[in-house]
């Protein structure tokens, strides 16, 4: 299978994905203070199904990039920087950025914008930093990374040895009876963590990686399921909340897989292409999803500070305009501070 083949397919969920939770949280922002004037009919009320969508995929890439590392202990350092790389370098700078920018919006202008009751210790800097589970978040979609650096955690172990299958496999068992039998898997808890509804998710994308190498679906069976997964999401999504994993994992977790493997089959047939924006959108994905949350809510809070306020309509349109200034800020972010820094780490 050649990465180009299914790059443009991921890219495109990719970008998709991230764009759903930044107006799903721009729209819940115009919903929490301008209710019943709602961002684009509240459609995005389910764009945080962009997660699930995200772990799915995630399961997908990190075992087609890794095959060849699996039961090869001497690429277990190889498989960790790149990893690392990934995820930490950019999340360090948006997060010390984060505090900065909050320290002088607080003691220098006297603005109450990131007030989120920061601990300001040692454990817990070491533990926002390090992605620990259940972290402090100074920004709150963080949480997801918890999990995606478990994930990268327990399928080393694979590379390690493949004896050590039994491991995940014991998580899975574990999850299954806490998400599906139990129904417990929304409290915060590290056992909740360990085994969550989202190991299935991912291990939904490592299975989808494996089927799509050995079959091929009939470009008419790939529409069918495309159809069928996407009315799934839309018909049911809406009576599903976002701390309820059983149903997450049902409504969103198992369509998704259909729709990364419907659009990959459908990619190899050359029935669709993505537009570029999309796949540009996908690249920068990951520095969208950082700087969204944190952008969003100082931009909503610039026009307060300076002491004017909008009306529904107005904060509307600034939505758009917040919504557009993010995904830019994204391209510049990827291109400018993510890539270098990633290139010159890897060297």
Known sequence: ????????????????????????????????????????????SIGFAGVDLFFVISGFIIHFTSK??????????????KRFVRVYPIYWIV????????????????KNVFS???????????????????????NPVTWTLSYEIFFYVVFALLIISKRLIIIPFLILLVSFYNIFIQKSGSELTYFNFIFSGYNFEFVLGCLIFQFYEKV????????????VAISIIIYFGYEVSDVDS??????????????????????????????????MLGDASYALYLIHFPMMLLMNKIPQMLGYKFTATQEINYSY???????????FVHKWIEKPIAKFILK
């Open 68 to 81: 060849n590392y699996l039961n090869n202990p001497a690429k277990l350092k190889d498989y960790l920087s």
């Open 246 to 279: 059983f149903q997450r994992v049902l409504t969103f977790g198992l369509p998704s897989g259909l729709i990364l493997l419907t659009l990959l089959n459908l990619e190899k047939d050359g029935v669709i292409s993505f537009p570029k924006i999309f796949l």
């Open 1 to 44: 299978m050649s990465s180009k083949k299914i790059i443009n397919s991921i890219q495109f969920l990719r970008g998709f994905a991230a764009l759903a939770v930044v107006i799903h949280h721009t729209g819940g922002y115009v919903k929490r203070y301008y209710e019943p004037h709602l961002l684009l009919g509240d459609f995005f």
């Open 116 to 138: 989120i009751g920061y601990p300001h210790t040692i454990i817990a800097y070491l533990q926002t930093y390090s992605l620990f589970p259940l972290h402090f978040a100074i």
């Open 216 to 227: 091929q679906l009939s470009k008419a069976l790939s529409l069918i399921l495309l159809t």
């Open 321 to 331: 305009l917040i919504i557009i200034s993010i995904v830019i800020t994204s391209f």
């Open 95 to 110: 997060t010390t950025l984060l505090f900065t920018l909050g320290w002088l919006i607080t003691h220098v202008l006297h």
